[in-house]
């Protein structure tokens, strides 16, 4: 006869998942996640879209939130909401995902997401990075961002070079 407790004992192991953030210094953090629970984001309001391009959400999950601006660019080629979402009416998880966002004093910043999810008994891995330079005193940044989806056997991957020039300097008020 099957062991009933086992399964109960697998089953409670299932719902176990933690958060860890540290501070590396000042300017770099690390953020990571296990098995999150997002039930308590409310939902987004049901629709029906017959067209060929995919409805717009914005992100509401606090651990792709923090530091949302830093992979902003000025063409959208990372849409986090992509991360967990179902490709099917299967339910999807994200079983764990990982952060980092630094700059060092001479004007780098980088910054990192590794993710892996799972539907259907099939995994996804996610990478995405971007590094930018601030150039010409802090008013210019230069920007190069890649994405890498590695789904089964396919990977598929975008990369994007980015620059944004602000012709007015910013005034501080005293």
């Given at each position: 006869s099957p062991d009933i407790r086992a399964n109960y004992e697998q089953?409670?192991?299932?719902?176990?998942?933690?958060?860890?953030?540290?501070?590396?210094?000042s300017n770099s953090?690390?953020?990571?996640?296990?098995?999150?629970?997002?039930?308590q984001i409310n939902q987004d309001p049901s629709e029906?879209?017959?067209?060929?391009?995919?409805?717009?959400?914005?992100?509401?999950?606090?651990f792709f939130l923090e530091d949302a601006l830093f992979f902003q660019t000025p063409i959208k080629v990372f849409y986090s909401r992509r991360i967990g979402a179902s490709t099917d009416s299967t339910d999807s998880n994200i079983n764990y995902a990982f952060k980092f966002i630094g700059s060092s004093k001479s004007g780098w910043?980088?910054?990192?997401i590794l993710a892996s999810?799972?539907?259907?008994?099939?995994?996804?891995n996610y990478f995405i990075s971007r590094v930018s330079k601030d150039i010409l005193n802090g008013n210019s940044i230069l920007g190069f961002s890649g994405?890498?989806?590695?789904?089964?056997?396919?990977?598929?991957?975008?990369?994007?070079?980015?620059?944004?020039?602000?012709?007015?300097?910013?005034?501080s008020m005293c």
């Open positions: 089953s409670n192991y299932d719902n176990i998942g933690f958060d860890i953030k540290y501070s590396i210094n953090m690390i953020d990571f996640t296990y098995n999150p629970d997002f039930e029906v879209n017959n067209t060929p391009y995919e409805t717009f959400f914005e992100e509401k999950r606090n910043n980088m910054g990192s999810t799972s539907e259907s008994n099939k995994t996804k994405t890498n989806l590695i789904d089964g056997s396919n990977t598929h991957s975008a990369f994007s070079f980015d620059n944004i020039y602000y012709w007015i300097k910013s005034i």
